[in-house]
């Protein structure tokens, strides 16, 4: 490590309209580092660094790279300066080979033939230079988004960026190819290239940086050696105060059932059967957790329970009331109808319409109400007014229920869904990936809520791909694999074994398991 | 028999001249992303401006000029719309299609006074048949001689200009770094954006060559098909070209195909007129005209092949606000 940092921000300020994204940024960048900036949604994290790309001008303050004053007006000059990004989205043409992605904006001459041939040969180099192997001829649309995101890296590197941003890298890799990223990473270190890394999990801080700063609410709180921290204290400075990394909760007092679902076959619309033959039941005051790996039946279950999706067969009971769900003609309204409240898996494409401003989707599915209308009109200053008391309730920042939905952060476009099902006093909530996407405060939040529903009485059907969040919530675990429910555990179930009927591995103990936990 | 299909082939190629160069100039326009539904109103535009200058000048080179210039300027006004604006891009091509045939209409009746038209081209101001040497001589040679003196030889320079245009685009959309970044433009506009290219420069360009090639498919209806300028006498082929460019999926050679086929089904339409067929007896002249259209429902319904469009055509684009 010299001297002179790579990069070095003074006083950096940003605001878009009425917000200030940044105030005041300070940064030190050591050269040949990996420097981890951390902080919930909505910190500034992305917009800091889209000044340092040149994406967006800083309002005022200053960036030295190299202690050099420069000035970054566009992402040319960012380039040219060495800087290179890794975009959260990947800035990648899909119908481009790797080759075509790589030369983009670098290609040398009029004629592109010299360009890729100079590219095809860089390429092998830089390939064996960092171990980043990926077939120059590939289709972006043909490969899985690891390697995808290695055509983002390739790309830096071929425009010899010595300082490389990446943005919440991980958000679309698996834990499996999330490890090999950072292997790559140290491979840059080593290298001598100097590595920002933009993310709001905790664990990939500690386990891939050097030197973490921690940002806040558009402000730049601690920076910290990241062997001398720990991820309690990073928490802690994310969210301004102390936060529990685990959901507090007492022992449920379950009652008797609520939903029982009995062989239940689902088929989609390929001709596949997605859900096998699946029987399960929910009781009052109990949080069921389906555990799994994405795309083994979950949400295809959830859909059908919902009124979503049409089963090819089986039962329902709900309320005492029995529905044949093979036959039924019931939609997601007259679900809603018999009190089952639902928070889709994809808020963006179920739970919310993002043009909507906020007060409408506070009420979405529930419009026909009749507290919120006067005959066939709507009534406007009762459904505000609701919406101003959700606001409040569930903290929903900014407190504006005309802003559009799509200005909120992941985390508060959630909480609206989240206190439109709950505060309609739903018997039976189903819950779909209730924190993807949310930031660590509001992740406590939701899960403290979820769990005083339970408290309340109501029975929680529980779906998530996040295995650490179904071992906080659920008071029992059923672990679904290839549309079956292969397994069943208690509250206090290991995670190892969990993972391994999520894999598919025959459950040895069922019989045993099933009756510890009725 | 056979002179009958020459006959017909040659036709072919005079009524698809407008359609490959129409089309084309869409391709360089919708592969940039931005989606030109006003190739009819640019070409109308072109054919009398082009007519216009041609009867004032006597100069078909200086009528062609007058008509790339004005269906350019209709472009940058598309542009301007819906590239520096970020307006709607089909709202601002309607525009333009009734913009340009309401005002060709009134200035032509107001500068020359013959209901709009524009009066007949004198000597010189139009682009005149080419005829190939020893075509006169090869004529009557069997199979090679109709061949060449009537299908490849004797026609007007800008049909050339049309086919030669294919090769060309082909070569400037594969093997030209502006044909990459046109390409990446159209399907994603923030990789180019952050490659350090600028989105907007690049997609003026691909508008301005829009415009170019309509200046010449409107000339040459005009100008070299036509001697003069006739109110409205795009007649729906800039809607054409547009189906065109859909059944050629966005590909040069494919346009060209496209346009021979759509050319060929018109001429030999013509040619049917009043011929008893088998069985079907005799085709309406509607049937053969409206078979394009048909022909492009049919592909966009999936029947053949699929047309996906550059995934950021009709996109106007902006930068996220994080």
Sequence with gaps: MSDTPAIELRKINKRFGSVHANKDIDLVVGKGSIHGIIGENGAGKSTLMSILYGFYQADDGDILVNGNKVIIPDSKAAIGLGIGMVHQHFMLVDNFSVLENVVLGAEDSQMLSGGLARARTELKRLEEEYELRVDPDALIQDLPVGLQQRVEILKALYRSAEVLILDEPTGVLTPAEADHLFKILEVLKNEGKTVLLITHKLREIMAATDTVSVMRRGEMVATRETKNTSMEELAELMVGRSVLLRVDKKPAEAKAPVMEVENLTVTDSRGVQVVKDVSFNVRAGEIVGIAGVS??????????????????????????????????????????????????????????????????????????????????????????????????????????????????????????????????????????????????????????????????????????????????????????????????????AEEGELGLLMAGVEDNNKNAAEGGAR | MFESIILILDSTVRVSTPLLLACLAGLYSERSGVVDIGLEGKMLGAAFGAGAVAYLTANAWLGLLAGIAVSIGLGLLHGFASITNRGNQIVSGVAINFLAAGLTALLGQTWFRQGGRTPSLPEGGRFREIVWPFAEQLRDVPVIGPL???????????????????????????????????????????????????????RYRAVIACGALCGFAGSYLSIAAGSGFGVNMTAGQGFMALAALIFAKWRPVNAMFACLLFGFLDASGTRMQGVEFPVIGELPLQVFQALPYVLTVILLAGFIGKAIPPKAAGVPYLKERS
């Design chain 1, 295 to 492: 795309g083994n039946g979950q949400s295809e279950l959830l859909e059908t329970l919902s009124g979503i999706r049409r089963a090819t067969k089986g039962t329902l009971k709900i309320n005492g009331e029995t529905i044949d769900l093979g036959t039924s003609t019931l939609d997601a309204a007259d679900m809603r109808a018999k009190n089952m409240g639902h928070v889709p898996e994809d808020r963006h494409r179920m739970g919310l319409i993002n043009s909507f401003a906020e007060y409408e989707n506070s009420i979405l599915g529930y419009h026909r109400d009749p507290a919120y209308s006067k005959g066939w009109l709507m009534d406007l200053a009762a459904i505000r007014k609701n919406a101003v008391a959700e606001i409040e309730k569930y903290d929903i920042r900014p407190p504006s229920p005309m802003l559009k939905t799509a200005n909120f952060s992941g985390g508060n476009q959630q909480k609206i869904v989240l206190a439109r099902e709950i505060e309609r006093d739903p018997e039976v909530l189903l819950v779909g990936q209730p924190t993807r996407g949310v930031d660590i405060g509001a992740i406590e939040f939701i899960h403290r809520r979820i769990v005083e529903l339970r408290d309340e009485g109501k029975g929680i059907l529980l779906v998530s791909v996040e295995l650490d969040e179904i071992r906080a919530l659920s008071d029992r675990v059923l672990v679904m694999f290839d549309g079956r429910i292969v397994g069943e555990r208690g509250a206090n």
């Design chain 2, 148 to 202: 060449y003196s009537e299908l490849l030889s004797g026609h007007n320079l800008l049909v050339y200009c049309a086919f030669l245009a294919v090769p060309l685009t082909w070569w400037v959309l594969f093997r030209s770094r502006f044909g990459l970044r046109l390409r990446a433009v159209g399907e994603n506009p923030a990789a180019v954006d952050t490659a350090g290219i600028s989105v907007t420069w690049l």
